[in-house]
């Protein structure tokens, strides 16, 4: 019987799950053993805009059930009689197979992260399921031990497991965790990336295989610390004018999020903030800006 330490089942818990972005993505060659995944060495950085999943118990034998919430599905909204692929699912799978528990748990997933956006919005909500699991199912397991279940399912759900700051090699997936204190990361704060940020947001969604295609055709921009931004500009080009607007603005660093085509602007005062801000509203070269911080981490409730 799972008990909250007093004793007490505990049937409901959420977790607000940040977002992830890649203040350094350098890509290397696609790899055969990998099933074609390009070798990466990227610093992750976890983004203040959070989504939540509240895990319930249900009765035994019951099942579980997905319930979306929120203003921006993207194409999850449509997809809803195939909610055994969304992300938080195959978590609550892979735990259960792993723990040796039936899947009788509702999920609800209150959604703000941008979907398909660069930003590992399903990795995120598969990094919440597993956490609130190992509370609702008292585990108790250490975060390596949730980071090996979680890298079954995908590159960077181990990092959304810790949020902070890591590094990640291989294609992703392994991961270093890197203090505020560490030298790669008071370099990239010395830059400029830290603190408040504008998400720049589109509609539209960039299937990462379709940005790592085109990667290999163009490769990477001069300079780019995302070797994937110049691909991901020329598959969605507003991102490119959100980044020189941002620039132009004040942002004191303005890039593509991972595989895009999301705008990250770290904005070092009000003022740049409201420039940056209202450079974006009056171009339209961005769909929905939202004002968030970085680093954040994934924050658990005992609900009930
Ligand atoms: P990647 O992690 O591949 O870089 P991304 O961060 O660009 O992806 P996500 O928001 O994770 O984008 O969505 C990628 C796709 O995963 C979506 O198009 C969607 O169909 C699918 N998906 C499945 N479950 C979820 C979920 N819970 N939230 C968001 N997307 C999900």
């Not at 909204?77 to 195959?90: I, K």
């Not at 505020?180 to 830290?194: C, I």
């Not at 507003?238 to 942002?251: K, P």
Request: with cysteine; aromatic share 6%.
């Amino acid at each position: 019987m799972s008990g909250n330490g007093n004793g007490n089942a505990i049937n409901e818990v959420s977790v607000d799950c940040p977002a992830k972005t890649n203040l350094t993505l350098h890509v290397g060659a696609p790899r055969s053993e990998w099933g074609g995944r390009h070798e990466l060495d990227t610093i992750y950085c976890a983004v203040g805009v959070y989504d939540t999943v509240t895990a319930s118990r249900k009765k035994p034998g019951a099942g579980f059930s997905l319930n979306l919430d929120g203003a921006y599905l993207g194409d999850l909204a449509s997809s809803g009689s195939d909610m055994r692929r969304n992300h938080a699912v195959l978590a609550l799978f892979a735990m259960a197979e792993a723990s040796s528990h039936e899947p009788d748990v509702a999920l609800n997933i209150e959604k703000r992260i941008p979907v398909g956006a660069g930003m590992a919005g399903g990795s995120a909500d598969a990094a919440a399921t597993i956490l609130a699991l190992n509370t609702l199912w008292n585990l108790d397991w250490p975060i390596e031990r949730l980071q090996q279940v979680a890298a079954t399912l995908g590159a960077d759900m181990p990092f959304c497991l810790t949020g902070g700051y890591a590094r990640g090699t291989g294609f992703g997936e392994q991961i270093e965790q890197l203090s505020k204190h560490s030298n790669d990361v008071r370099e990239l704060t010395k830059q400029g990336f830290a603190g408040r940020l504008l998400v720049g947001a589109y509609q539209a969604e960039l299937r990462t295989p379709e940005v790592y295609a085109m990667f290999d055709q163009i490769g990477a921009g001069a300079g780019d610390n995302n070797h994937l931004q110049q691909a991901a500009i020329s598959l969605h080009p507003r991102s490119g004018q959100a980044i020189d607007e941002a620039l132009l603005a004040g942002a004191k660093q303005a890039f593509i999020s991972g595989s895009g085509p999301s705008v990250i602007a770290f904005v070092p005062t009000d003022d740049a903030a409201r420039a940056v801000q209202s450079a974006w509203q009056q171009s339209r070269c961005v769909d929905r800006i939202i004002a968030s911080k970085a680093p954040a981490h994934p924050i658990v409730h005992i609900i009930a």
